[in-house]
């Protein structure tokens, strides 16, 4: 029987393992490319210019072609349609691979649940006509989205079989010391409130994703003054952690990854200060959204280095037990002629002595 669910329609569904962590990389680069235009959807004030959800009008779904702002957010609707399509292959595509690896399905149903969670939040957003709360949890979740795909890609290189640990993913031996261990979750700590912080700024500042709408009710030079203070404690921790790495002889990987994320922190910190500096220019602020799924990449690429899956232990074979040691015995008139022949030994007869 499971031969016979393991031919037709289910064998052209499975794909090689390289062709799987492609296709978990292209769901890195498509979500990286959502954040990306959800982002000029906002600063481009073309967040209503699909007023109704799922269609774009009350009378068609596509965009009017002589509207921008509807192409602008109807782009970022298509893209949202593809990706969809993409997290489909990946979870269908994890359940027909054979042997089927249970971290690789539990991921790629991840990505299917935020999907949902963020069509369903996006329709909801456009309905409460752009709360800027709602579009701040838009944006985090595309981030979480993210590092689904990203911890995806990451696992998908890696062979299988491996120890399962809790929830079922696999269990991870540390590569480095306790320290930078701690120091990777206060890195991660420091990178989801700063992103927080920064969804406060952008539903202060004057980019609300369409004129009119709702707006916080701080004062822009609070928010920020307390997103780049956020800022400095991140960039704080990231060069404690630096040095924590080099004075433990952390692997080599290890560390350039670190260096990559920390050029990447420097480069978010230029773009935020040039926000505030030249009075929210939207290109600017578009590079900055950019910047953070950049950099929420390269510093969940770095944490996940950190870690080694423990392979599952390979079953041996079962020690055959030592067979018995033969001793002839002629039983019943067998003897050991007898048993090699396969047939029963004449007796020998035994001559009487001779008279004298």
Known sequence: MAGARDTG???????????YRRLSLAAVVAIVGLVATG?????SESGLGCP????CTGASIVAPASSYHAWVEFSNRCLITAIGVLIGVLV???LAARPRRRELVLLSLGLAVGYVGEAVLGGITVLAKLNPALVASHLVLALLLLSDAV????????????TRGRFGL?????????????????LALCFWVTVVLGTVVTGTGPYSGQHGTPRFGFTILSTVLVHGGSGLVFGGVMLATLVL???TGAPRDVQRRLWVAAGLLGVQGALGASVYFTHFRAGIIEAHVIGAAVLLVALFRYSLGLYEPVPAPVPTPQTAEPAEAWAPAPLGGLSPAGLLGGGRSEATPVEPPSAP
């Open 9 to 19: 329609g289910v064998r052209l569904l499975r794909v090689s393992p390289t062709t």
């Open 39 to 43: 982002g000029w959807v906002r600063v």
């Open 52 to 55: 109704t959800w799922p269609k």
């Open 92 to 94: 269908v595509t994890a």
């Open 151 to 162: 911890a995806l890609h990451w696992l998908a290189g890696k062979p299988g079989p491996l």
């Open 170 to 186: 696999p269990e991870l031996r540390p590569r480095v010391g306790r320290g930078v261990v701690l120091g990777s979750r206060l």
């Open 245 to 247: 790495l080099g004075a």
